[in-house]
């Protein structure tokens, strides 16, 4: 699990935040596309399902959104930032044989949001996450 091209890309650099728990939030502007990395689902035996919260309910920051269900385990799947979930990419989750955690982020994009005001206080850059993840090995 090789996620070092998140510095090679500025778009990438200057747009994208992660929390400790492995989900992300890519912004452009009041829209922000939510999703989570393949760490989120390192516990995983086999190819996980998702299941989503319904459209045009507003989340807070931290509030699950999703879940991820991989045999008898469940991961509950947190907002990284508040706002009002818009859209679910279900043509992404519905697509078969897809392994949605090998396409890369922003690209895999489990949600997109509106946002009057995104927070970013407490979310990581992509060279922080990077740290992180070089510090759990």
């Not at 452009?28 to 939510?34: E, K, M, N, P």
Request: glycine share 6%; proline share 4%.
């Amino acid at each position: 699990m090789c996620m070092n091209y998140l510095l090679d890309d500025p778009q990438l650099t200057d747009k994208l935040y992660f929390t400790k728990n492995h989900e992300w939030v890519f912004l452009d502007g009041r829209i922000a596309y939510i999703g989570i990395t393949e760490y989120k689902c390192a516990p995983c035996k086999e190819a996980p399902s998702f299941e989503m919260s319904s459209v045009f309910t507003y989340k807070q920051e931290g509030a699950a959104y999703g879940l991820v269900r991989c045999g008898e385990l469940t991961i509950e799947i947190n907002m990284p930032v508040s706002g009002k979930l818009v859209q679910i990419n279900r043509q992404l989750l519905t697509k078969q044989n897809l392994n949605l955690l090998s396409i890369r982020v922003p690209d895999n994009w489990l949600a997109m949001i509106l946002s009057d005001e995104v927070k970013t206080t407490g979310l990581l850059c992509p060279k922080a996450y990077l740290e992180l993840l070089a510090s759990k090995q």
